[in-house]
């Protein structure tokens, strides 16, 4: 059982914290390295690693589906059959990474030509995605199997395979983009290479905790046993729309980007580009704390206990606001100490910085709404989520296209739209939250 104390939320919430921001090192330092390179390749690597990361929400979406499983299975004390659940979930990520694989390697290149406006900027789009394709593998398996740690509310080892990706990231970046401990020169496609063995790297720490740690016997986890039908079918049911939803957020803002890219100036796109990569960065407790409220819901449905979801909703809000708040200091307050790190260039110092004054409100209100959007999936309730998701989705890019290519707001302006897609996710998940609550209390 999870205890309910703040020293044990803090205890799931931080590693995972930590392990984001790792990640989001991942995709921060391919994009800082590669802008010593030029504009062209520096908007390449941002462009389609959002691509990446978008595609990659399927895999996310079927791990947070087995995270939910499995954290309920531990709330009733069903540990044997978590075992289970791990092996039928990496089953399906090695399907579902080799259909990835082909959509990234083999049809990459008619996507974007649909999508980039710039034909230089699209060709080494095309080219990073062709070598990223390879981590999608180790990517979806990394994924499948941090599920099962946060499931059951054992999260430091997340902490540290992430920490192995980040670290193996950079010194191979720099090792492969520039030519250096005995690499050969490989410019931007260094970037990705890079990052592919970083995410294998990663894996194969799981996997070696794993096979050496005693403490996990009781969970059967083996790579040999027979295949279900019933557990696949019962991940499908809950992992699918998450897969959706994640690929509907991500894939959202890859649009926003391809229409700034499109309609607007260079320099736009630059900017949207480094306040994106901070973006990453101060929604590193929403991530943590969102997830963290994954796990406790679904133990405490688990256990038989609904009764007690306000109570811990309360005390991940409490916390998730008072860590936004302190993320969000040092960009809005030291600009000129954090911009220059993501993208040294000077003409957009000032409309960045500008940009995410403007959007730091934005930041407070998801630190509470994560908690109730993602109490909703973990109630079992993932069809649910999806429809919040698509709705907000919806309505985010209609006012994306009106800001954008209507009335041709500037950037800065064109940024207040992330207030309108919170809200709508905020209104509807609070919505269902309490339809859900009188329905448990009037059975």
């Known amino acids: 059982m999870l205890e309910l104390s703040y020293k044990k939320i ?42 990446y990361v978008s595609l990659f929400m399927f895999s996310k979406g079927l791990a947070d589906g087995a995270q939910i499983l499995i954290a309920r299975k531990y709330g009733e004390q069903n540990i044997a059959q978590i075992g289970s659940i791990i092996f039928h979930t990496q089953l399906l990520q090695i399907i579902l990474s080799g259909f990835l694989f082909t959509l990234f390697f083999f049809l990459s290149s008619g996507l974007i030509d649909l999508i980039v406006k710039s034909e230089p900027t699209g060709e080494q789009m095309v080219l990073f995605l062709k070598y990223r394709s390879w981590g999608i593998f180790f990517a979806g398996m990394h994924a499948g199997l941090t599920s099962f740690f946060i499931g059951i509310g054992k999260t430091s080892i997340v902490l540290v395979s992430t920490l192995v990706m980040a670290l193996s990231n950079i010194f191979l970046d720099y090792s492969m983009i520039f030519g250096h401990f005995g690499f050969s020169e490989m410019g931007m496609i260094g970037a990705p290479i890079a990052s592919s063995l970083a995410e294998f790297l990663a894996f194969l720490v799981l996997v070696i905790y794993i096979r050496s740690a005693n403490q996990f016997a009781e969970f059967r986890i083996n790579i040999f046993q027979k295949i279900k039908l019933k557990e696949i079918i019962d991940l499908l049911k809950l992992g699918v729309p998450l897969m959706f939803q994640g690929f509907l957020a991500l894939s959202g803002w890859l649009l926003f980007f391809t229409l700034i890219e499109r309609e607007m100036s260079a320099n736009d796109l630059e900017i949207s580009s480094v306040v994106r990569a901070i973006y990453f960065i101060v929604f590193i407790p929403i991530f943590g704390f969102g997830t963290t409220t994954r796990t406790y819901v679904s133990n405490l449905i688990g256990q038989k206990k609904p009764e007690m979801i306000p109570f811990i909703q309360r005390k991940i809000i409490l916390m998730s606001m008072s860590f936004i708040v302190l993320f969000c200091s040092g960009p809005v307050l030291f600009p000129n100490l954090i911009i220059p790190l993501i993208d040294p260039n000077p003409l957009v110092f000032e409309s960045s910085a500008l940009v995410l004054k403007v959007v730091c409100g934005s930041f407070l209100m998801f630190s509470i709404i994560t908690v109730w959007f993602n109490s909703v999936a973990a109630l079992g309730k993932s069809n649910v989520s999806f429809i919040i998701e698509g709705t907000s989705i919806l309505i985010y890019l209609i006012c994306c296209y009106l800001f954008i290519v209507e009335w041709r707001f500037g950037v800065v302006a064109v940024w207040t739209v992330e207030y309108i897609y919170f809200g709508v996710i905020g209104i509807m998940s609070y919505l269902y939250l309490q339809y859900y609550r009188k329905k448990i209390f009037q059975t």
């Open 10 to 51: 803090l205890a799931i919430a931080l590693p995972l914290m930590i392990g984001t921001f790792v990640q989001s090192i991942v995709m921060l330092t391919d994009s800082s390295f590669v802008a010593r390179i030029g504009t062209i390749p520096y908007n390449a690597v941002n462009n389609a690693g959002l691509i």
